[in-house]
């Protein structure tokens, strides 16, 4: 079961993950799937109905519109431009040159589509051949992320007759509902090229595509072709299921697909050279607390609820391998808090190791009592008893919260499991109609602690959760907790406007006092308690026909796989080829869409050139990628970027 992530800001371009695209969420959560494109939901959107799939982006998914870009605007003196310097003598898979030309013919599209990117955007202009440059409306982190890694560039060769429509349109402010314009669409969408034309070190052979396994030949002009030895990537279709006789017979390198705790044990029993790769997911699971039931609302109850719960034990029954107890409880994910908080601020975070003689103590000093039956009172008499909503299909979090229900009523708070159908999780959240709800407590599409305050603490400009919203109409609330509120050191902070604060402009530094002390008030007050953090399990053979791999510990599995780990390694020529290789082959595995649906245009869900991370970025790399332990983007296929 495949899922695409999370969403972007309403600045974000829906592009943002067409390029390299934002994973979208499915069912029972499982941190190796990848996502498949889907035509009616913009790539950064996150359907209602879906569980978190944090980990396998899908890449070049056609992008559609959610919100109408603004008319372009003239540019303010001193206005902020991004600059792509792209690296000279660079050339298609057709022979022809990679330049500006691209770039620029790929955001007319964008804007001819509505898409939000433009919200964000003044202008992109070609300065010359290997310059490109996009002065900018609305600096934040979410139109940075899309322009120097997400966006994937198109080939002018073969959608130049859209892209010259497309900047027509733009010239004249041509009205984006026209009939000209959706039937340019409509005859861009129809476009069933014969082959991609890619500038990667691999393009795909139409001669080799089946609906068991397609191949990817090594394309000598890309991108790092001649750091690379291996001459072809060999692409099985399939899910975990189809995998496994794979790996137990050694004729697997990697794969991005979801295992359980018995897969892994049996693929591991191969021999010492079967490792499992790890690294955040960047989601989890978290207990969104309904301030409108009493005693919910205070924050000593939550955080007696914190230390109740042994989040370890919690996130071993839910996920076994897959996931990590989230330490710090900071509102987002542990990979990045050390990259925006400092080590003071870290040493500040309550970190609520299960400790019952601590929530026990919370409870009394509320005057809560406990009754002859072993159940808390509180001070009003009434009894610790609550439902615990959670969708009954996304099966990972059912089961955290059958065991929440278990060791906080042996504490002494009763809690009744309440599963309902996933399609319900916009409806229920909105209206707040549940006491606990356990559902996406954090997230990172992009990474920039805003993407998950805005999500779990607000109602969601990157993704509609609807989790809060205190302003809004009755019944329209979520946990209705209040936007004013106290950092642990008691500064009164307003989480709406410092949401926003904190993606304003370019500058990281002006943006950390904000997180900071949006941060604080997450740690102490805990409005939302979250569990645990999805995990990889990617099962990788270290010598059958693939060897260099880094070892498990390196740092660069911190990253997730909007910057995947192994498309680095692969991309660089860090991996190599086994001396018994001789067919310098790299197996792996996708769900991909299969013949006859199947097809080479980069603007239709069909195409088969979206399948995953690794496999997308040896076709399209990243201008760049992001690095979490350097807090930065690295120069990948770009020369270089600059921001003025």
């Given at each position: 079961m495949k899922k695409i992530l999370l969403a972007l800001t309403l600045l974000i371009a829906l592009v943002a993950l067409v390029a390299c695209a934002a994973p979208t969420p499915t069912p029972a959560p499982k941190p190796t799937d990848?996502?498949?494109?889907?035509?009616?939901?913009?790539?950064?959107?996150?359907?209602?109905?879906?569980?978190?799939?944090?980990?396998?982006?899908?890449?070049?998914?056609?992008?559609?519109?959610?919100?109408?870009?603004?008319?372009?605007?003239?540019?303010?003196?001193?206005?902020?431009?991004?600059?792509?310097?792209?690296?000279?003598?660079?050339?298609?898979?057709?022979?022809?040159?990679?330049?500006?030309?691209?770039?620029?013919?790929?955001?007319?599209?964008?804007?001819?589509?509505?898409?939000?990117?433009?919200?964000?955007?003044?202008?992109?202009?070609?300065?010359?051949?290997?310059?490109?440059?996009?002065?900018?409306?609305?600096?934040?982190?979410a139109i940075l992320d899309t322009i120097v890694r997400a966006t994937v560039t198109r080939p002018y060769a073969q959608y130049g007759k859209w892209m010259d429509a497309a900047a027509g349109f733009r010239k004249n402010n041509t009205d984006r509902k026209s009939a000209d314009v959706t039937k340019t669409l409509d005859e861009m969408n129809a476009f069933r090229p014969p082959s991609a034309i890619v500038y990667g070190p691999f393009n795909i052979d139409p001669k080799q595509v089946t609906e068991a396994q397609f191949t990817m030949v090594k394309n000598a002009s890309g991108f790092n072709a001649d750091k690379i030895d291996f001459d072809k990537v060999t692409v099985y279709w399939g899910d975990t299921v189809q995998d496994m006789p794979l790996y137990l017979s050694n004729d697997m390198d990697y794969s991005s697909n979801a295992y359980s705790p018995a897969n892994l044990q049996a693929i591991r029993a191969v021999g010492n050279h079967m490792v499992v790769l790890g690294g955040p997911g960047t989601n989890g699971p978290g207990m969104y607390f309904n301030n409108d039931v009493y005693p919910l609302n205070k924050k000593e109850v939550r955080q007696a609820f914190a230390y109740a719960i042994d989040r370890v034990e919690n996130c071993k029954v839910a996920f076994g391998d897959a996931c990590r107890p989230v330490k710090y409880e900071a509102g987002f994910t542990d990979a990045a808090v050390p990259t925006w908080l400092s080590a003071a601020q870290l040493a500040k975070l309550n970190t609520y190791d299960a400790d019952v003689k601590k929530a026990e103590a919370l409870l009394t000093g509320l005057n809560f009592k406990k009754g002859a039956d072993g159940i808390w009172v509180d001070d009003k008499g009434k009894k610790l008893e609550f439902e615990l909503s959670v969708p009954a299909d996304f099966t990972e979090y059912l089961a955290s919260s059958e065991n929440v229900a278990q060791q906080l009523t042996k504490f002494g708070i009763k809690i009744t499991v309440k599963p309902y159908q996933s399609s319900e999780r916009t409806n229920l959240h909105k209206a707040g109609k549940y006491q606990i709800s356990m559902d996406i407590g954090f997230r990172f599409t992009y990474f920039h602690p805003y993407v998950s305050f805005d999500y779990n603490l607000r109602p969601g400009v990157v993704s509609a959760g609807w989790k809060n919203n205190p302003e809004g109409n009755e019944g329209e609330r979520g946990i209705n907790l209040p936007f004013k509120q106290k950092t642990a050191d008691g500064k009164e902070i307003n989480i709406k406007e410092w949401v926003d604060k904190m993606a304003e402009g370019f500058d990281a530094e002006k943006q950390k006092p904000y997180i900071a002390d949006v941060a604080s008030f997450f740690n102490d007050s805990l409005p939302v308690l979250m569990m645990f953090e999805r995990y990889l399990t990617d099962p990788i053979d270290t010598k059958t026909r693939v060897t260099g791999w880094l070892p498990v510990d390196d740092k660069i599995y911190k990253n997730n796989q909007n910057n995947s780990p192994v498309a680095r390694q692969l991309l660089s020529g860090q991996l190599k080829p086994s001396a018994t290789n001789r067919a310098k082959e790299f197996k792996t595995s996708y769900p991909y869409v299969q013949p006859p649906k199947a097809n080479y245009n980069l603007y239709s869900t069909d195409n088969i050139m979206a399948s995953g991370a690794v496999l997308s970025n040896a076709l399209y790399p990243p201008f760049t990628y992001y690095d979490v332990n350097e807090g930065k983007y690295i120069p990948f296929y770009a020369e270089s970027w600059t921001i003025k």
């Open positions: 990848a996502p498949k494109p889907t035509a009616a939901v913009p790539p950064t959107a996150v359907p209602a109905t879906k569980a978190p799939e944090p980990t396998k982006p899908a890449a070049t998914t056609a992008p559609v519109a959610t919100k109408p870009a603004e008319p372009t605007k003239p540019a303010a003196p001193g206005v902020t431009t991004i600059t792509i310097n792209l690296r000279k003598g660079m050339k298609w898979s057709d022979g022809s040159a990679f330049s500006s030309k691209d770039v620029v013919g790929t955001y007319n599209i964008l804007w001819m589509q509505t898409s939000s990117t433009w919200n964000a955007l003044n202008d992109v202009v070609a300065k010359d051949d290997a310059t490109v440059e996009f002065t900018i409306k609305t600096p934040g982190p």
